[in-house]
């Protein structure tokens, strides 16, 4: 059972990347590409599929890949800066100049001026790593599964007793670390930070929480809350635990602006965010087959996802309402305009 929908299974770009380098793994929304098994390097290229739910949309987002490479690459200066390592070895021109220099005995040529501004802006070549089968997500503000966590099991969320009383939105007393499986089937599951912590140390821990402070803090002086914080983790050759995948933009973080915060916990609930939960919302008003959204559909099911594939439309509105969305919180991030 394909996760992607072939009619976005393919871009032109990774079509053309695969002349030279053959495909190792795709995402959801990256897809990754061996550089041989002897450099130690992958290259990583974001597409515009956008998944809700564990389901990847039969559509594409115009500019939402370049906006989450393009983010990813902002944060990693931000990160250097506060010494956390991370994966990124090569971004922008230096990602072309790699290629060529490794596909020098091929075709590849200069001339290829709409396929290299495409790399330039889609493309990072990373560091090779161990992976950790865990998202780690760390919380500021209860919404999301946490929300509904909280409310299905008397004020506990992945092992955390939180004080009774919150809604929607709130705000809670210190963040949480709420670790998730990653799940190739199913729904990802909530896991204690105590099964991780057994794992990996208390490391794996203080990343999350040292990623989450770093880029808040940043985002604070814009007037933008994070309310929660998906990042990945793996060990180099070395043995450090590093960052890595995409960190810090609207598919991995829920950004909320803190006057639309403030004015929306005046009705106890959540703000309208800078992120792809704009979408989760249309998914959960579409009527399925089953005779409710898609949310409660199951990933692992077969006729589920393949009517997701086949069978799901959103407005043409919608989809240029949520690029814009995308290409507003870069903006507002890194002050330009793409």
């Known amino acids: 059972m394909n996760k992607v929908p072939k009619n976005v299974r393919e871009s032109m770009l990774s079509l053309w990347i695969q002349r030279y380098f053959p495909k190792e793994h795709q995402g959801k929304v990256w897809d990754t590409f061996s550089l041989g098994k002897g450099s ?19 559509f594409t987002i115009p500019f939402k890949g370049i906006v989450l490479n393009k983010l990813t690459i902002f944060w990693c200066y931000i990160l250097e800066k506060a010494g956390i390592k991370h994966h990124v070895l090569f971004h922008g021109e230096a ?3 790699q290629l060529v220099g490794l596909s020098m005995l091929r075709d590849i040529t200069i001339d290829d001026d709409f396929m290299r501004k495409e790399i330039i802006e889609r493309c990072v070549i990373v560091k090779k790593l161990n992976m950790i089968p865990y998202e780690l997500i760390v919380r500021g503000y209860l919404t999301g599964s946490g929300w509904e966590a909280y409310q299905q099991n008397n004020g506990m969320v992945c092992g955390h007793l939180l004080p009774t009383g919150l809604n929607d939105g709130s705000k809670l007393p210190t963040p949480i670390f709420t670790p998730t499986t990653k799940n190739d089937k199913g729904h990802d599951e909530h896991v204690p930070e105590s099964v991780l912590i057994a794992k990996y140390g208390t490391e794996i821990r203080e990343l999350a929480f040292s990623v989450f402070n770093t880029i808040s803090r940043v985002l604070s002086k814009l007037g933008i809350l994070i309310a929660d914080m998906k990042i990945e983790a793996g ?4 043995g450090n635990l590093i960052v890595a995948d995409e960190f810090g933009g609207p598919d991995t973080c829920r950004f909320w602006l803190s006057t639309m915060w403030q004015k929306a916990q005046e009705l106890k609930t959540a703000p309208i965010g800078y992120d792809k939960q704009f979408v989760r919302e249309k998914g959960k008003q579409i009527q399925t087959l089953w005779g409710h959204g898609i949310n409660r559909l199951k990933p692992d099911n077969e006729e589920h996802v393949n009517w997701v594939h086949d069978c799901v439309q959103f407005s043409k509105k919608v989809i240029i309402d949520t690029s814009a969305l995308y290409l507003e919180i870069y903006n507002m991030i890194t002050g330009i305009d793409l």
């Open 40 to 58: 130690g390097m992958l290259l990583r290229m974001a597409s515009d599929r956008i998944s809700i739910f564990d389901f990847v949309l039969p």
């Open 95 to 97: 990602v072309w100049g």
């Open 235 to 238: 060990y180099d050759e070395k």
